[in-house]
Every structure is written in C-alpha cells, then in structure tokens.
C-alpha cells in the first residue's frame, strides 16, 4: 500500500542517532536543551518545552494552563482526538465550537457564541498546515480571560502574515509523530508566550519536581534537596530523540518547499476533474502542508475511498468530528452539534503526502482518484 504519510529518514538523521548512543546522555542531556532552544527560535522566540508526544504536549499545556473541573475548554470537533481528550483527562468541560465548511478552522463566530465565564483555553487547530485566525481569536479569549492554544500539529514551520507559527497563540503545540512535518519517533513540544507558563508545563512534564533553592518550601533539608508541589507526569524526551529532531530541523524547509510542489501539482489536477473540490485556501498564510485534503461530492467518498484502498493507494480520513468518539457520546455530546464540521467530514479524504514523493507518484494517485470517480 502506498501510505499517505512516511518520514524522510537521511543518513545524517542516523549518524546523529548513533553518536548518542556512543555517548554519557541518553536522555535529561544536553540535546534536550539544544532542540527546545532550536524549536523555541523558530517559534518566534519563545521557551519551547519538549514532550514524548503530541499528546504529552496537549496534556502538559493544559494542565500548566489551568484546565480542570470547573472550567471548559472551547475546541473545534475537526481535530484528531487528543486535542479534545487531553482537557478532558484533566476535569475540563469540553466546548465544541464549529469550523468553517471550506478551510475546516475554527470559525471565531461559533468561538464568540462558546465563550464564558469559565473558559480557560480557546483551542484552534491548523488543520491540513494552514494557520488558524488567532487575530480574531486572540480579542475573545482576552476578553473572556482565556488562553488561546493553537494545536500546530500538522503546522510547524508556518507562518501567518509573516509570523510563524508558535507566535500565533498563547500556547502551541507540536507533534513529531512520523507522519508529521518533521520527526523524532514519537515526541512533541509546548512553546509558550509567558515565562511562568512555561516553567509551569516543564515541572508538570518533569514528575513536579521543584530544584529551585529560592521556592523551596522545605528549607536547609541539604544540597541533595528537590520537592513537589503540584502532582506531574513523566513526560520527558530523550536525547536519542532530541538528536533525531534537531537533524530533522535543518531539513524542514526543504519538507516544506517539497510538500507545497506536491499540493500544487494535486491542486491543478484537481482543478479539472468532475465531483471532487479542494480544500478552502485561507489570504496570508504561507503552510507547511501536512495533509492533501480532497473533498468528494456527492456522497461517494466511502466509495472512492475503498476503490483507492483497492487500488494500492493508502488513503486516509482526518476525522470524525471528535465528539462522534462513544466516550463523548456517553457524556451527552450529540450528533448535528457542529453541522459544519460533519458536512466536511462526510467529503473529507486525505490524498498521499510527503516529501519523498515523486512527481510520478502524485501523477500515479490522481489517475486512481479519476479512476475511482469515473
Ligand atoms: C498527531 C496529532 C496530535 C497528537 O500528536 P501525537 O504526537 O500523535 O500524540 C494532536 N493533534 C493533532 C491535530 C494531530 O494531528
């Protein structure tokens, strides 16, 4: 099956890997440093906090940014379950807001309406790569004391009216799963705007463990000292990992230029086909494209999905609205809350997407998409 997403893994990549192993630090060294700092320059400037996931990273940030009973989190049901479920673990009340039919974004007019008293967390997710509207979000979690959180799983090395991406939001989230634009295994990353938040999340993904003298509440215990304040997780990455991202690092703008030749030649070839329209494209923003988005009319995408998958061409969809998921059914979530989100799922089809693509192989599966439409 050709996949729809697959890491480039270089020869460098592995020679980095290798020389770690030969090393004294496996993890807790100083590549974990070196990559927050490389990933916190591209992010606009900000302290980046590394984690052993995606997840880890949603997790860590909102737990740092207070999420927990009493309070609700506003999110879009277009996201891959963990930008949701990882509020949820912690207590949080879950608010889906609706997306917008053509780009599949968080719609900042179902934002204005989910917004109250007890929202902690305005989340965006830059689905497909494109950045979020966090200038017409940013007003309404301020105006509502809220933290805007933007999911950049599928958008790191973006950026949005020449800011990049991690300058958007309040908080930003990572992944580095290997589908994703760059990898280390499994691994991911907080950046934060605010000093204290950040230190917050890094304790939280570090067991809680306090090391600093001058916060001490247990005092002259001896130089060995370190203590807990509020309950953490490890959450660490290692250095193995660290090496691998950081030689990812310097090959992103190149993923990036090759995913745009990819989503350009997908886009004029679907330019002239019958029953299937693109993705809505938003002004000013310059993605790092993580997924194809093709959405197929006329209710055939089941259809066109397993003749593709029969075809040797590994498909994928990206995703059933998050509240769908049983677990929020249970808790009361309804279908035909986000009519938006579901009439975008029922197109939605993911095309193969990655930097080792050939031409050829964009060519290869835009004949079995005519084929399985004609
Ligand atoms: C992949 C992904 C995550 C989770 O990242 P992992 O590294 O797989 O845990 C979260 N949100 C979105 C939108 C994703 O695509």
């Known amino acids: 099956m050709f996949p729809y997403g697959r ?15 030969r090393g004294d630090w496996l993890t807790t060294g100083p590549l974990v440093t070196e990559l927050e700092r490389a990933i916190g320059e591209l992010a606009g400037g ?31 049901p277009m996201t891959f379950v963990a930008s949701a479920s990882s509020a949820s673990i912690l207590g949080a009340t879950l608010v889906f807001a609706d997306v917008d039919r053509e780009t599949g974004l968080i ?51 973006g950026t949005s009216l020449g800011r990049p991406v991690g300058d958007l939001a309040d908080i930003t989230t990572l992944s580095f799963f290997p589908t994703k634009n760059m990898t280390t295994g499994e691994g991911g990353a907080a950046v ?7 230190q917050r999340a890094h304790e939280f993904h570090f067991i809680g463990l306090v090391r600093d003298p001058a916060r ?15 309950l953490g997780l490890n959450y660490r990455l290692t250095d193995i990992a660290c090496a691998l991202g950081l030689s990812q690092l310097r090959r992103l703008g190149a993923f990036k230029r090759r995913r745009a030749e990819i989503v350009a030649r997908y886009d004029a070839a679907l330019a002239g086909m019958d029953g299937v329209s693109t993705l809505g494209r938003r002004e000013g923003v310059d993605p790092t494209w993580h997924l194809y988005v093709a959405r197929i ?10 003749a593709m998958r029969a075809a040797g061409i590994g498909v994928q969809v990206n995703y059933i609205p998050v509240y769908w998921h049983p677990v929020y059914a249970d808790l ?14 029922a197109e939605q089809l993911s095309l193969p ?19 399985a439409l004609a």
């Open 216 to 230: 001490f509440r247990i005092t002259d215990e001896g130089p060995w000292h370190q203590e807990v304040h509020e």
């Open 46 to 76: 900000h302290r980046a906090v590394s984690a052993t996931s995606g997840t880890a990273a949603l997790h860590m940030a909102y737990a740092a940014a207070g999420a927990g009973p009493g309070t609700e989190v506003v999110c879009p």
């Open 353 to 371: 997407l990655f930097p080792a693509m050939t031409d050829d192989d964009v060519d290869r599966v835009v004949e079995a998409l005519a084929d």
């Open 297 to 306: 009319l006329d209710g055939r995408r089941r259809e066109v999905f397993e």
């Open 107 to 157: 719609d900042p007019g179902a934002v204005e309406a989910a917004v109250g008293p007890r929202t902690r967390v305005v989340t965006a997710v830059d689905y497909a790569g494109q950045p979020a509207d966090y200038d017409a979000l940013q007003p309404l979690a301020d105006a509502a004391g809220a933290l805007t959180l933007a999911d950049a799983a599928h958008s790191v090395g």
């Open 7 to 21: 890491q480039s893994i270089s020869e460098e990549d592995v020679e980095a890997v290798a020389e770690v192993l």
């Open 192 to 198: 934060f705007k605010d000093g204290d938040l950040a």
């Open 332 to 345: 009361g979530y309804r279908r035909g809350l986000c009519p938006n989100a579901e009439a975008f799922y």
